[in-house]
């Protein structure tokens, strides 16, 4: 690693996954037709051009479980973030697209993966370290900014593309965000 990168701590890793989750929800909302195009603006975020709401009542209510989200994930406490999608009529589950956080046993770092459970169609995993030494006081090899930013960007574009293997929902929908 070259005297230039740098390394996520902790508390950026916490910062970084509850953004990554920020954005990716807004992905999903947008790709799924949950909330109408033109309530989403773009950005430009992990070298990608992203979508966010602008409907104030979504920001609100994102803002808070993320503010959440963040507390827990400093102690350790979610395993996983579920978007359910169901039908408004029908009252069904349409999709749940779930997120497996997994924290390292030596506390260096986040695992996350994210799939949706209906189709398995993405996988891909995302590893957050940090600078600390674990208990045996080794440095453990530690991802750069650049290095996770790259890895969140490999899975936003798995969630566009999924997309296209998805049916099309044919009802009104809403969504749940379930954290376990």
């Known amino acids: 690693m070259g005297g230039n990168d740098t390394v996520i701590t902790l508390k950026g890793s916490v910062e970084i996954v509850t953004e990554f989750f920020f954005t990716a929800i807004n992905s999903i909302l947008y790709q799924r037709g949950i909330y109408q195009p033109e309530t989403f603006k773009r950005e430009a975020k992990y070298g990608l051009t992203v979508l966010t709401t602008t409907d104030e009542g979504l920001l609100s209510y994102l803002g808070q479980v993320m503010t959440q989200m963040e507390s827990w994930l400093t102690y350790g406490d979610v395993q996983r973030l579920v978007v359910v999608v169901s039908g408004i009529d029908s009252g069904e589950t349409l999709e749940r697209w779930q997120f497996n956080v997994s924290i390292e046993d030596d506390g260096c770092g986040a695992l996350i993966s994210v799939n949706d459970e209906n189709q398995n169609?993405?996988?891909?995993?995302?590893?957050?370290?940090?600078?600390?030494?674990?208990?045996?006081?080794?440095?453990?090899?530690?991802?750069?900014?650049?290095?996770?930013?790259?890895?969140?960007?490999?899975?936003?574009?798995?969630?566009?593309?999924?997309?296209?293997?998805?049916?099309?929902?044919?009802?009104?929908c809403s969504f749940d965000l379930l954290i376990y």
């Open 121 to 172: 169609i993405s996988s891909n995993v995302m590893k957050l370290g940090h600078s600390s030494g674990d208990k045996l006081g080794k440095k453990r090899q530690s991802k750069t900014v650049k290095e996770v930013h790259d890895e969140i960007q490999a899975i936003i574009r798995q969630i566009t593309a999924s997309v296209t293997f998805l049916p099309l929902l044919n009802e009104p």
